[in-house]
């Protein structure tokens, strides 16, 4: 009777296995995500500026990007200074951005592949993964360890670190390390570094929150 019920459990532990192949992925846990879940589920739409510095190789970007966020999945970016000044983009979800350059080109729109050239940055982000919910999700969903902690200060706003070493950096685009500030007060992101081993590969801080910017899908020209 035991050896059958042995094999009921092992069948079981099977079928769940194979039911939910996401089963071995990361599932980190942290109180500071759960905080950020609940603010993040209290907004509707959002703005705020992302400035970013990222290398790759010998390369090196400098942006700020004008961001705004509406849900359920409508984004929009406009790069206010560095490389590609000017130029902007609109995702509403897909595979796809609607965008235009900088320039005497800014009255050209055109439909480009989410993960085209001229649609991501220097290392290869698209418009959602510089969205603050994007950005959270990935300290619980990348493999490895997770720790939180106290972060002291940004700008003078209480924070807490979320510090994630990365079991596979091969599968996070070499990232070995994710530093994530959240503010205590609004449990948003304040600033970001991921490290390939012990360079910074990417450096960004987000400022001038609007966290009730009554959008509409109109503010999202698609």
Same mark, same amino acid.
């Given at each position: 009777?035991? %050896?059958?019920? #042995?094999?009921? +459990?092992? $069948?079981?532990? #099977? $079928?769940?296995?194979?039911?939910?192949?996401?089963?071995?992925? +990361?599932?980190?846990?942290? &109180?500071?995500?759960?905080?950020?879940?609940? +603010?993040?589920?209290?907004? %509707?739409?959002?703005?705020?500026?992302?400035?970013?510095?990222?290398?790759?190789?010998? !390369?090196?970007?400098?942006?700020? @990007?004008?961001?705004?966020?509406?849900? &359920?999945?409508?984004?929009? %970016?406009?790069?206010?200074?560095?490389?590609?000044?000017?130029?902007? =983009?609109?995702?509403?979800?897909?595979?796809?951005?609607?965008?235009?350059?900088? =320039?005497?080109?800014?009255?050209?729109?055109?439909?480009?592949?989410?993960?085209?050239?001229?649609?991501?940055?220097?290392?290869?982000?698209?418009?959602?993964?510089?969205?603050?919910? *994007?950005?959270?999700?990935? @300290?619980?969903?990348? &493999? =490895? #360890?997770?720790?939180? *902690?106290?972060?002291?200060?940004?700008?003078?706003?209480?924070?807490?670190? $979320?510090?994630?070493?990365?079991?596979?950096? +091969?599968?996070?685009?070499?990232?070995?390390?994710?530093?994530?500030?959240?503010? !205590?007060?609004?449990?948003? &992101?304040?600033?970001?570094? $991921?490290?390939?081993?012990?360079?910074?590969?990417?450096?960004?801080?987000? %400022?001038? @929150?609007?966290?009730?910017?009554?959008?509409?899908?109109?503010?999202?020209?698609?």
């Amino acid at each position: 009777m035991r %050896t059958t019920r #042995t094999l009921v +459990a092992a $069948l079981a532990a #099977t $079928l769940i296995t194979l039911s939910f192949p996401h089963a071995a992925s +990361a599932d980190n846990s942290a &109180p500071a995500i759960a905080a950020f879940d609940a +603010a993040f589920a209290k907004v %509707t739409s959002f703005t705020y500026k992302l400035h970013s510095h990222e290398v790759k190789g010998s !390369d090196v970007q400098d942006r700020v @990007y004008d961001y705004s966020f509406m849900k &359920p999945h409508f984004a929009k %970016t406009l790069i206010e200074s560095g490389d590609g000044r000017g130029s902007g =983009g609109v995702w509403a979800g897909g595979d796809q951005v609607s965008g235009h350059q900088g =320039g005497f080109l800014s009255g050209i729109h055109l439909k480009v592949g989410l993960h085209d050239g001229r649609a991501v940055s220097l290392r290869g982000y698209t418009i959602p993964q510089g969205l603050p919910q *994007m950005i959270v999700a990935t @300290y619980h969903d990348v &493999p =490895g #360890t997770l720790k939180q *902690m106290n972060g002291g200060k940004i700008g003078g706003v209480n924070t807490t670190l $979320l510090d994630l070493k990365v079991a596979d950096p +091969a599968s996070d685009g070499g990232v070995t390390e994710q530093r994530l500030w959240l503010s !205590d007060a609004t449990h948003f &992101p304040l600033r970001q570094i $991921l490290y390939s081993g012990s360079q910074v590969v990417l450096d960004q801080s987000f %400022t001038d @929150y609007n966290l009730n910017a009554n959008l509409s899908q109109n503010d999202f020209p698609f």
